[in-house]
C-alpha cells in the first residue's frame, strides 16, 4: 500500500488532455513539494515535473503540474501515443522521514 | 553528460550478502546526495535510503524496511556510491537504481527530486 495514492490506470485518444492525480497527506504533499516521474517500459524512470509544476529542460509544456492542499495533479495535454508509459508522484514525508511514493498510474493511449 | 552506472546484481539465495556500486559521471560528485529506489517485478518505486554529501555531513538514512540489513556508504574520490545488501530476503527481489539527489530544505519543503537515474541492475533473491 503506497503513501500516495494514485488511480492505477489512465486514458485517453491523441490530442485528448488527461490528467493523473496524487492524494497525500499534510506530513507530505501537504508541507513538502511534490515530483512526477515517468517511466517507459524495460527503462529507469525519468524526472518530468519537479518543485510542484516545474519542467527539467527538455520536457514539454505538454506535461504540466499542480498542487492544492494535500493533493497534486500532472495533466498531459496534447496526447500522444508516445506519452503511454507509467507515472509516479513522489513527495518528503516529514513523519517517515523520507521520500514516498504513489502506486503510479499506467497512461494508455487509445 | 551525467551519468549513473550501477553494477553488482545478480541471483542469491536468501540469508546472503551483495554489494551493489553505482559509478557516477559528468558532475561534480562530492556535491550531492546520492539516492537508492527499488522496484520489485511489476511494481512501483520504493525509497530504500540515501547518503548525504560530505558537506551535509554524510549523514544516511534508511527506509524502514531495509534498516539494520543494508549500508550506503560513498567514495567520492572515484564518483562511486554503495549499497551493501545483507541478510537478504526474497521480497528484496528488485531492479535497483542509483539516482542523484539535490536534497535541500527551503520554506516551502523539502527539495529532493531523483535526476537522474542510473539504468538500473537486477537483484533476484531465491532458494
Known amino acids: 500500500q503506497s503513501v500516495l495514492t494514485q488511480p492505477p490506470s489512465a486514458s485517453g485518444t491523441p490530442g485528448q488532455r488527461v490528467t493523473i492525480s496524487c492524494s497525500g497527506s499534510?506530513?507530505?504533499?501537504?508541507?513538502?513539494?511534490v515530483y512526477w516521474y515517468h517511466q517507459f517500459p524495460g527503462t529507469a524512470p525519468k524526472l518530468l515535473i519537479y518543485?510542484?509544476?516545474q519542467r527539467p529542460s527538455g520536457v514539454p509544456d505538454r506535461f504540466s503540474g499542480s498542487k492544492s492542499g494535500t493533493s497534486a495533479s500532472l495533466a498531459v495535454s496534447g496526447l500522444r501515443s508516445e506519452d503511454e508509459a507509467d507515472y509516479y508522484c513522489?513527495?518528503?514525508?516529514?513523519?517517515?522521514?523520507?521520500?514516498?511514493f504513489g502506486g503510479g498510474t499506467k497512461l494508455t493511449v487509445l | 553528460e551525467v551519468q549513473l552506472v550501477e553494477s553488482g546484481g545478480g541471483l542469491v539465495q536468501p540469508g546472503q550478502s551483495l554489494r551493489l556500486s553505482c559509478t557516477a559521471s559528468?558532475?561534480?560528485?562530492?556535491?550531492?546526495?546520492m539516492s537508492w529506489v527499488r522496484q520489485a517485478p511489476g511494481k512501483g518505486l520504493e525509497w530504500v535510503g540515501f547518503?548525504?554529501?560530505?558537506?551535509?555531513?554524510?549523514?544516511?538514512d534508511y527506509a524502514a524496511s531495509v534498516k539494520g540489513r543494508f549500508t550506503i556508504s560513498r567514495d567520492d574520490s572515484k564518483g562511486i556510491a554503495y549499497l551493501q545488501m545483507n541478510s537478504l530476503k526474497t521480497e528484496d527481489t528488485a531492479v535497483y537504481y542509483c539516482?542523484?539527489?539535490?536534497?535541500?530544505?527551503?520554506?516551502?519543503?523539502?527539495?529532493?527530486?531523483?535526476?537522474?537515474w542510473g539504468q538500473g541492475t537486477l537483484v533476484t533473491v531465491s532458494s
Open positions: 539516482t542523484r539527489d539535490p536534497f535541500y530544505y527551503d520554506s516551502s519543503g523539502y527539495n529532493n527530486w531523483f535526476d537522474p
Open positions: 559528468g558532475f561534480t560528485f562530492g556535491d550531492y546526495v
Open positions: 547518503i548525504r554529501s560530505k558537506g551535509y555531513g554524510g549523514a544516511i
Open positions: 499534510r506530513s507530505n504533499i501537504g508541507t513538502n513539494y
Open positions: 518543485r510542484n509544476d
Open positions: 513522489a513527495s518528503w514525508d516529514d513523519s517517515l522521514s523520507g521520500p514516498v
